[in-house]
């Protein structure tokens, strides 16, 4: 597991939007997102992100505290230390005060021609 | 206290020592017992969901005349699967396990040459190489250009890869079907039950197998190893002709794993 240095998110919402202040937990630690753009009601696009400069267990994206908020796609840019920065994208699905959803990924395997 | 306010007490039935004392609590010399921190309940455990990932799989693809050939190690250095924008083993899955097995496979016998090669897993259009040495060295990268290099000149030549004895060996998808499911009945998951485990055959094509690990076996830590000296070794004993066997488990969203 390598050290993640930082994360930027972008979080685009479907049909039903939720409020700020975005949550999300590292190694089970809850806490908001900062260098924060845009907004997470429906149909509008978020951004933000976290300088982590730790080792991730676990890394996920918090519901709301109440209701439930349709994402329709997030993405995820990491930099770990000692790999090439690199992106997760995730598909649609849908949060609520019960729930919260793994965003963390390895990094990729190297592939080469031979 | 005015006359209204002890008539109302009257008729409340609270008499005004009790009213006094919650007014104006007696300090008592007695310590006061310090606050348990563990009273408190606990903040509500949420679910964890494991999302879709639509990130792009990497495949060698493209018509183009050219043999394309990407390597691609496994985490844990142990494996690396090869994959080709030509058919090895078109529909159908093989097993490599040693090289007496070889015997009339060109694929086989061409790999098994190159040193450090301990088993080929051959589907399709991919051909998974497991090296001696397990997880550590060699590393890959001259390892696997010098499988690339035997595997191209192989596809080149245009020839078949795999043993006639072996494409007549493999039965019907009902066949394999029946005699998986078979084992599963009556050997598996009696094993597994133990634990709180189950096994489901998911899907079969041809004579590859796929599975999914459910109730105690999901997200346990000895998944691999139930798979790969438990279930694998009960399938390839019943069923010698079974191919690839895939575990289509989400072990993450495990909630009831052994051990756990």
């Given amino acids: 597991m390598p050290k993640l240095n930082r994360f930027n998110i972008e979080i685009e919402t479907g049909e039903r939007g939720t409020a700020l202040p975005v949550h999300f937990t590292i190694n089970n630690h809850k806490m908001p997102l900062e260098d924060t753009q845009g907004g997470v009601g429906a149909g509008e696009t978020f951004t933000g992100g976290f300088e982590i400069r730790s080792f991730a267990h676990s890394l996920t994206l918090v519901g709301p505290e109440t209701g439930q908020w349709d994402i329709r796609k997030i993405k995820v840019d990491f930099d770990c230390e000692q790999n090439p920065p690199y992106s997760a994208v995730f598909g649609q699905l849908t949060l609520d005060e019960t729930t919260e959803v793994n965003i963390w990924q390895d990094p990729p395997v190297p592939t080469w021609d031979v | ?260």
């Fill in chain 2, 1 to 260: 206290m005015s006359v209204i306010k002890k008539l109302s007490q009257i008729f409340s039935g609270s008499s005004s020592m009790e009213k006094e004392a919650v007014e104006n609590p007696v300090e008592s010399d007695q310590p006061t017992e310090p606050k348990n921190p563990f009273a408190e309940q606990p903040p509500v455990q949420r679910r964890v969901m494991q999302p879709t990932v639509l990130m792009e799989q990497v495949e060698a693809t493209g018509a183009t005349d050219q043999i394309l050939i990407k390597a691609q190690p496994s985490r844990d250095n142990e494996q690396c699967k090869f994959m080709v924008n030509r058919p090895l083993f078109e529909g159908r899955s093989w097993l490599f396990s040693n090289f007496e097995g070889a015997a009339g496979s060109p694929l086989a016998e061409a790999l098994f040459s190159v040193e450090s090669v301990e088993t080929l897993l051959v589907h399709d259009s991919t051909l998974v190489v497991t090296k001696t040495g397990g997880k550590g060295l060699p590393a890959w990268e001259a390892l696997a250009k010098e499988v690339g290099g035997a595997l191209r000149k192989l596809v080149e030549a245009g020839t078949a890869l795999i043993a006639q004895d072996i494409v007549d060996k493999i039965p019907t998808e009902e066949v394999v079907r029946k005699d998986i499911q078979k084992v599963i009945d009556t050997e598996v998951n009696p094993g597994v039950a133990g634990h709180g485990g189950r096994i489901t055959l998911t899907a079969v094509t041809g004579n590859t197998v796929t599975i999914e690990m459910g109730g105690g076996c999901q997200g346990c830590s000895a998944a691999d190893l139930t798979l790969k000296q438990g279930i694998h070794s009960a399938f390839r004993k019943a069923a010698p002709y079974v191919g690839a066997i895939y575990d289509e488990t989400d072990h993450a969203a495990g909630s009831n794993p052994y051990y756990s």
